[in-house]
């Protein structure tokens, strides 16, 4: 018997399974196979923030409500996971156009209070500006 047809016809739990993998590891996509170089990096504060709100929210549903807000924009491409500050970072032909499209996600989403939001023009060294999130 064949591993998948023991596992039956769905493959749902897969899906689940590689969702969950790249929340914790991160998905880490060679520079060399990204096509597009400009970037969004959310650096999200780990400490200052109450609790409650560390209790109730994740990277991971950051993440999923990113990439939906981007769409065909970019790419979420995992994080960096941290004792004292998380980095997101999503890449895309226009940081600019990335950051708009995800605004409103960072300023509803309580773990994102506080962040730091790196929009660079182009790939590592080029021009970038930052902007720092309310509390």
Same mark, same amino acid.
């Given at each position: 018997m064949r591993w998948s047809d023991a596992l039956g016809s769905s493959s749902l739990w897969v899906a689940d399974a590689m969702k969950w993998l790249t929340g914790l590891l991160g998905n880490r996509t060679p520079p060399a196979l990204?096509?597009?170089e400009q970037a969004l990096i959310i650096e999200l504060d780990g400490v200052a923030l109450p609790a409650h709100v560390?209790? %109730?929210n994740d990277t991971s549903t950051l993440e999923d409500l990113l990439q939906d807000a981007i769409g065909e924009l970019g790419t979420c491409d995992g994080g960096e996971h941290?004792? %004292?500050s998380s980095r997101i970072f999503i890449y895309g032909a226009d940081a600019e156009a990335l950051y708009r499209a995800a605004s409103g996600v960072l300023a509803a989403y309580p773990?994102?209070?506080g962040a730091l939001v790196t929009?660079?023009?182009g790939p590592p060294g080029s021009s970038q500006r930052e902007i720092r999130l309310p509390l």
């Amino acid at each position: 018997m064949r591993w998948s047809d023991a596992l039956g016809s769905s493959s749902l739990w897969v899906a689940d399974a590689m969702k969950w993998l790249t929340g914790l590891l991160g998905n880490r996509t060679p520079p060399a196979l990204r096509p597009k170089e400009q970037a969004l990096i959310i650096e999200l504060d780990g400490v200052a923030l109450p609790a409650h709100v560390y209790a %109730e929210n994740d990277t991971s549903t950051l993440e999923d409500l990113l990439q939906d807000a981007i769409g065909e924009l970019g790419t979420c491409d995992g994080g960096e996971h941290g004792p %004292e500050s998380s980095r997101i970072f999503i890449y895309g032909a226009d940081a600019e156009a990335l950051y708009r499209a995800a605004s409103g996600v960072l300023a509803a989403y309580p773990l994102a209070a506080g962040a730091l939001v790196t929009i660079r023009q182009g790939p590592p060294g080029s021009s970038q500006r930052e902007i720092r999130l309310p509390l």
